[in-house]
């Protein structure tokens, strides 16, 4: 009798505790939405500490993203999400929260006893803490770090957000928030370019944010800017021509996102005159090149057939757990680019897609050093040559000398 009860008593402790386990695991697909914020605060609080602290947000992103891709499981999970509220308010925190970021960089930007809009002594008065003396004793090589991981936090925050955002083209507050986030690294094209550009001609010929086989990162990062800009320019051009809107009247995007990255200057001239504006520049030409190299990493040296299908293998996936959560899935390109207007939370985890070598951050750096590159991404566009690429495609790269895998282009043909 008392087995039985015991028997009894134990399985109702383990049902419980699997209860409790599924309640977690319910509970902490809405919270890793907002694992980001939590981990970019380092670059504010590091920022306003001064000294050597101000490179603390950048310490803790590649701790945290390298460390976290470099030690954990792929994430290969498909959640269903009921709330889906929770999931967007994770996305609109993003603008507040890189506005404070901003309006950080800003005040350290600024000497003596100089206050931009009271944020010092509203610090001081909760904290305690002398900001101003940790700021008089911080050099140019502290703020540098502070730089960094503004860029780095407007790069990976604001245009990931952005990017989200804006492909939302029938919903005008997701447009505008977008907009003022990619208007933080003077990037006014994008939400033009990448959704009626990139997304119709990515791994082609005509489009400068799919980088070639062989091509260098560096001269990639200007043509990228460069050509994506004044494809942006044709494409608001035709839009508004279409439409009987003069060209360059109140309703061109393009100059309305000139004004937004105006106004973030105006800012920082306010506070610091010519040095913040240089200091704002600083750090949106940082995000830039970060972004730049998101999109060399992405598509480098994947080809398709123009006006054929997007498929999974024109683009570079990956599963890595922490790139996954800090980048609300912009990880699962592969099907992302297989059907742009699913939001974030809908995206496959497509394990069977060609794979980056790395997790994001650390292709990214891999990316800038061009022999570490090579090594890493050379095998990886073998195996698409022999595992994913179609005859056209293995013909175009044949035609460029390009080909890498072991392949029959006369058997494939037969």
Known sequence: MQTSVSWKLSRKDKESQEEHCERRRRMFKYIKQFMTPVMLSGVFVGTMIGGPWMWLGVAIICLVMIGGDGLLRDDLSEPEYSQKWILNAALFLALPFLLVTLWGLAWATQ?????????????????????????????????????????????????????????????????????????????????????????????????????????????????????????????????????????????????????????????FYAAAGWLGVAIYMAQATWAKVVFEVVNYIEHYGLVRVPGQPVMPR?????????????????????????????????????????EMPYGYLTTIFAAMVPPVWRASINPKLKEWDEKHASREELEILARRNQVLGKVNLEKQAA
Do not use: C
């Open 111 to 267: 000497s003596g006893t100089s206050d931009f809009l009271g944020l010092g002594a509203l610090i001081q008065t909760v904290t305690g803490y002398d900001v101003f003396a940790a700021r008089q004793a911080s050099t140019w090589y502290h703020m540098v770090g502070a730089v960094l991981g503004t860029g780095f936090t407007v790069a990976g925050y604001g245009t990931n957000i952005a990017h989200e955002l804006t492909h939302r083209t029938t919903d005008p507050l997701s447009m505008i928030w977008g907009r003022w986030m990619l208007a933080m690294s003077n990037n006014a094209d994008f939400s033009i370019e990448h959704v009626y550009g990139h997304h119709e001609t990515i791994a082609t010929e005509a489009d400068p944010a799919s980088a070639k086989r062989g091509d260098n990162l560096y001269v990639f990062i200007v043509k990228s800017t460069f050509q994506g800009h004044a494809s942006a320019w044709r494409l608001e051009a035709g839009r508004l021509k279409k439409k009987g809107y003069w060209v360059f009247g109140p309703r061109n995007r393009m100059l309305t996102g000139y004004l937004m990255s105006i106004t973030y200057a105006a800012a």
């Open 314 to 354: 024109h683009s570079w996936n990956t599963n890595k757990v922490v790139s996954s959560m800090v980048l609300f899935s912009l990880t699962r390109h592969s099907a992302h680019h297989e059907k742009g207007d699913l939001p974030f939370w809908n995206l496959k985890p497509y394990p069977e897609a060609p």
